[in-house]
């Protein structure tokens, strides 16, 4: 099956930290750009970063640029996304996809950023 | 303030059709024929219901379609069912930036 399963959400003060992960199993991981999508609460959805199937071109919402990285380990079948100096605005739902004739065809669970105050 | 503009509601009674707008700029959704449309149910992940402008995944039901005309791309919902209640998101392929994506269209089965 062809599955997608992120981690690492939780509940971080303004200023901290946070790495999320997503495994992938079912499909040649190394071989698909994949990306992190995130979803405020009752709010759209809105890409923050992408990256291509070897990890070296990678692209990001602005206004993440800085603070966020993202990165791939294609032996582990693993994406993630390192998350630095969180801001409120940053609570959402983070979702990874994998990324196929120009759409999100394969989406995780998510998992939930929230700020404690 | 999404990149693409979805209304923000539509309607329709069981077995009727309902067509979501779904406009960018030359720069997105007609410059590339890269649009695709996200079915989302509340509390779930988004589900790939259009690629491609007009192209359905596997198993996604022939009553979804897709199209295209300038920087304006649709869906259309036809014979609708209680289930299709849901929120929609347009996505298109944007250059530089990649995916962008609509604000979301609240679909309501009356």
């Known amino acids: 099956e062809v599955q997608l399963v992120e981690s690492g959400g939780g509940l971080v003060q303004p200023g901290g930290s946070l790495r999320l992960s997503c495994v992938a199993s079912g499909f040649t991981f190394s071989r698909h750009w994949m990306t992190w999508v995130r979803q405020a609460p009752g709010k759209g959805l809105e890409c923050v970063a992408i990256t291509s199937p070897d990890g070296s071109e990678r692209c990001y919402l602005d206004s993440v640029k800085g603070r966020f990285t993202v990165s791939r380990d294609n032996d582990q079948n693993s994406l993630y996304l390192q998350m630095n100096s969180l801001r409120v605005e940053d609570t959402a739902v983070y979702y990874c996809?994998?990324?196929?004739?120009?759409?999100?065809?394969?989406w995780g669970q998510g998992t939930m950023v929230t700020f404690s105050s | 303030q999404s990149a693409l503009t979805q209304p923000p509601s539509a309607s329709g009674s069981p077995g009727q059709s309902v067509t979501i707008s779904c406009t960018g700029t030359?720069?997105?959704?007609?410059?590339?024929?890269?649009v695709s449309w996200y079915q989302q149910h509340p509390g779930k992940a988004p589900k790939l219901i259009i690629y491609e402008v007009s192209e359905r995944p596997s198993g996604v039901p022939d009553r979804f379609s897709g199209s295209k005309s300038g920087n304006t791309a649709s869906l259309t919902v036809s014979g609708l069912q209680a289930e299709d209640e849901a929120d929609y998101y347009c996505s298109s392929y944007a250059g530089s930036k990649h995916g962008v994506f609509g604000g979301g269209t609240k679909l309501t089965v009356l």
């Open positions: 030359s720069s997105d959704v007609g410059g590339y024929n890269y």
């Open positions: 996809a994998r990324i196929e004739w120009g759409s999100f065809n394969i």
